[in-house]
């Protein structure tokens, strides 16, 4: 299957590192024209410098007024990716922080929630329709101990996307999740020490690899989904198969 987004316009946020930064590549090897959002401006130049095409937005999306104000100034999209996440190391739930649980909140959930609000409104007023993935967790699907807050906002994302799905499709505007299991990059696995005993309880074997995030996200921004809308994909080698989880 062969993706084709030529002359598309596709925003994507965390786009510097880890499956963000892969999704850039991907979109840019089917033709499209990527708008990177980061908050590291050193990881966001060096994202330019190996790619000259991409337009870089550096803002830091738990600033909602600094969101806004930065992506007004983009023209309309015909693609989101709301990936950017944050997700403190496992902390028990009693003892979760204000502090912690408001930032993975405001980066995770409404972080999303403000691009689809400014970004969408352009898609609207365009009115050429598009799509917009919400990378999720399967977190958000079933829990995982000492990740309250990250487990939170990602179920949290996850209606996010179906309420917007329901408000945004008479305008051809579809959204859409996946919710993968740990993908294997240098960000995800600072956060599993021993990743023993999750490999052992997946079906398959072993954790997600990145092309096999990216493909799914690249088939729902793709005009192959163009009857899909409103869904949860998880990505997980049949992890929430699993009983014994």
């Not at 398959?204 to 088939?219: D, K, S, T």
């Amino acid at each position: 299957m062969a993706f084709k987004f030529s002359g598309k316009r596709i925003f994507i946020t965390g786009a510097t590192r880890g499956l963000g930064r892969a999704v850039v590549d991907g979109v840019r090897k089917a033709g499209g024209i990527v708008y990177g959002l980061g908050s590291n401006k050193k990881l966001l130049d060096k994202l330019v410098e190996e790619c000259p095409d991409v337009t870089p937005v550096h803002v830091d999306l738990s600033d909602w007024d600094a969101t806004r104000k930065e992506l007004e100034k983009l023209p309309a999209m015909d693609g989101i990716v709301n990936n950017a996440a944050y997700c403190a190391s496992g902390v028990a739930s009693l003892d979760a922080s204000k502090e912690m649980i408001d930032k993975t909140l405001n980066i995770n959930l409404m972080g999303a929630i403000n691009v689809i609000q400014v970004l969408g409104k352009k898609m609207v007023e365009a009115g050429n329709g598009g799509s917009i993935v919400n990378i999720s967790s399967i977190n958000g699907i079933n829990p995982m101990g000492e990740y309250m807050a990250y487990n939170v906002s990602k179920a949290a994302l996850d209606m996010v996307t179906k309420q917007y799905a329901l408000e945004l499709g008479p305008h051809n505007i579809r959204v859409n999740s996946v919710n993968p299991t740990v993908i294997q990059t240098d960000m995800t696995m600072e956060h599993w020490i021993d990743p023993t005993k999750l490999i052992d309880a997946t079906p398959l074997g072993r954790f997600c690899e990145v092309h096999e995030a990216v493909n799914p996200i690249l088939y729902l921004l793709s005009d192959y989904s163009s009857m899909v809308t409103g869904t949860i994909n998880p990505v997980e080698g049949g992890l929430l198969s699993n009983i014994n989880v």
